[in-house]
């Protein structure tokens, strides 16, 4: 029983992932709606179908594939895959990301691209590292996964706030698919947490309005926030939404967590039937369960 609830909440990440990315996309830099948004549209910041992701869930999917070929966090591998991604829809990428990536592109070795942006810009702690590191929650033991969600945040994003933001995130699906509840998966990822920035925001989470920022760790506050306060992984998927701003990676973060304690049967089927791709997400989400550690 405990595998098979690891598959489904395994599962429930990458769907869930994928959709608060679909269903938040077309909210993306608006003000919070006046009507909550409780289904999927077309529509965002670029032409987009109904149920059709960004690169959020991609950028998250090819941390799945790497973990599935390789068998661990490959980051030569893992770039190639972003980059890959990168020059069919540059577009859709955050400006972190897009500086690193057009480095490499220019010849500058993958290892010191994201820390040359850094310097550059004086910061990276925008949070387009945070919602693609879920993957490393379902495949890795809560044991490793610090290490290795810090080795794919500053693939991008050097700085450490990004960093650990997403291993406070990562730390909480590794414990729930691995069957602890929401509040034993709250306090694990509390004790672990290595960077006091990051611990006096997502230890207090209720201390804090959420804010759908670009910003890392505020972003995955907001995330936690609708997740820790909902019932359901329907309210705290369309309370996340519907706060507008980066609303699409709030709602992938969400969507991750929520994933991760209900499970995909609790994935309302409307939503899994206008998702873009289930059958891909689902088929790589199933593929990484199979394989991951104990």
């Known amino acids: 029983m405990i595998f098979i609830s690891h598959y489904l909440r395994s599962c429930g990440i990458l769907i869930g992932l994928a959709i608060g990315d ?7 830099g608006s003000f919070a709606p ?4 409780t289904e999927m549209l ?14 959020d ?15 661990r966090l490959d980051p030569s591998d893992l770039m190639a895959r972003f980059l890959a991604e990168y020059k069919k829809n ?19 070795q993958y290892d010191n691209a994201a820390e040359i942006v850094h310097k ?20 890795y033991a809560p044991t490793s996964v610090p290490a290795m969600s810090i080795v794919c945040s500053r693939l991008t994003h050097y700085d450490l706030v990004a960093a650990h933001s997403s291993v406070w995130l990562n ?54 926030y609708c997740f820790m306060n909902a019932d359901s992984f329907e309210d705290a998927l369309i309370s996340a939404i519907n706060l507008g701003g980066d609303s699409d990676t709030v709602g992938a973060c969400c969507g991750a967590l929520a994933g991760a304690f209900w499970g995909i049967d609790a994935i309302p089927e409307r ?7 289930y059958t891909q997400i689902f088929s790589i989400a199933q593929e990484l369960a199979l394989i991951a550690e104990p």
Not at 90 to 108: M, N, R
Request: charged letters at 20%; glycine letters at 10%; a positive charge.
């Open 171 to 224: 730390l909480m699906t590794s414990s729930m698919c691995r069957g602890k509840s929401r509040e034993e998966a709250f306090r694990y990822a509390s004790n672990l947490c290595k960077y006091p920035e990051v611990f006096d925001r997502l230890g207090e989470y209720q201390k804090f309005p959420p804010d759908p920022s670009l910003d890392a760790l505020l972003c995955a506050h907001a995330a936690l």
């Open 90 to 108: 540059p577009q859709w990428f955050g400006p972190t990301s897009s500086k690193v990536f057009d480095l490499i592109i220019k010849g500058i």
């Open 34 to 37: 006046r009507e909550r948004v």
């Open 120 to 139: 550059q810009a004086g910061t990276s702690r925008s949070n387009g590292s945070v919602m693609r590191g879920f993957p490393i929650g379902i495949y």
């Open 271 to 277: 939503w899994k039937q206008d998702l873009v791709g």
């Open 42 to 55: 077309p529509g965002g910041l670029y032409p987009r179908r109904k149920g059709e992701v960004t690169d």
């Open 57 to 71: 869930t991609m950028q998250a999917l090819a941390v799945a594939q790497t973990l599935i070929i390789c068998r």
């Open 22 to 28: 679909a269903m938040g996309a077309p909210l993306e």
